[in-house]
């Protein structure tokens, strides 16, 4: 990915935890890695192609004296997702917050916090078996859309499929969504759990009916075996209702766990 780097950018802020500090403020300065596709702005030497490197330290200066944070650490995470927010083209984002005049009493240079955010490609699966099943899903959908940090939501059809797992219950109505964001994967699994609760999904039975399921299939390359959070979904190899929406969306997308695409899974089912 090209980059747009700013460094030692000065800005004045009323951040930190002593009473003065937020009082008098004092100067910060920002190193920023932006990264981003430039080649279209450079073939067509056209700066509506490209992310505006000044109106970014304009805004991040704006930013910076407009709100105040206890800490570096929530200064420099709110102003990364604020960036990431307002400059479309930018996908990921390096930021370093550096605080020169920090009230430590000794001799120092600067102290400084350094975090990396970014747009991230998320695969979901998505379920239904109970009351209007549709209108379960296309309110689920609505709202993924409707969430700031979630962008990019595109939907594969729904197809109807018997229940898995042995648990007598109604067909289901079973797709995939594919969305970047900008949570990270427990934050997004909690955002999913409280969108089933706005349902009424009730967690009884295993593999039970609900109103509303939403699982994590693939998170860029994310992998974990928590039990709360199994990425990628451990049992998708097994579910043509998973697979098959889901090649829709993205017939090459590799699991990394098991080195086969989404296509060639489902082609052996």
């Known amino acids: 990915m090209d980059e747009i780097r700013i460094e030692n950018l000065e800005v ?19 190193n920023a890695v932006l990264y981003t596709g430039l080649r279209p702005a450079g073939m067509a030497d056209d700066l509506a192609l490209s992310t505006h490197y000044g109106h970014v330290c304009q805004f991040m200066n704006q930013y910076m004296r ?8 929530a200064a420099a995470e709110h102003l990364a997702r604020e960036v990431l927010l307002k400059f479309p083209l930018v996908q990921n984002l390096a930021l370093e917050l550096k605080k020169p005049h920090a009230p430590i009493g000794l ?12 747009w991230k490609r998320v695969y979901l ?5 109970m009351g209007d099943k549709q209108a379960f899903l296309d309110g689920a959908v609505r709202k993924l859309k409707k969430n700031p940090e979630i962008k990019d939501v595109k939907c594969s059809g729904f197809i109807r499929t018997a229940p898995y797992g042995g648990v007598e219950q109604d067909d289901f109505l079973n797709g995939a969504v594919e969305l970047r964001t900008l949570l990270p994967p427990y934050e997004l699994l909690e955002f999913l759990h409280q969108l089933e609760g706005e349902a009424g999904r009730e967690r009884k039975v295993r593999w039970g009916p609900r109103t509303l399921d939403l699982d994590i299939l693939f998170y860029e ?14 049992d998708m190899a097994n579910r043509e ?3 098959k929406p889901l090649d829709e969306l993205c017939p090459w997308q590799l699991n990394p766990v098991n080195g086969k695409t989404v296509r060639q899974m489902l082609m052996e089912l």
């Not at 004045?12 to 920002?30: C, D, K, S």
């Not at 001799?107 to 970014?118: A, Q």
């Not at 699966?125 to 078996?129: A, F, K, L, R, V």
Request: charge should be negative; proline fraction near 8%; aromatic fraction near 10%.
């Open 12 to 30: 004045y802020g009323a951040h930190g935890v002593l009473p003065e500090e937020t009082r008098n403020g004092q100067m910060f300065m920002i």
């Open 66 to 73: 407009e709100h105040t944070f206890l800490l570096i650490e």
């Open 107 to 118: 001799p120092f240079s600067c102290v400084s916090v350094k975090i990396e955010r970014g």
């Open 125 to 129: 699966g998505i379920g239904s078996n």
């Open 221 to 234: 390359d994310f992998v974990s075996g928590d039990p709360v959070l199994t990425v990628p979904h451990p």
């Open 241 to 243: 209702f998973v697979l």
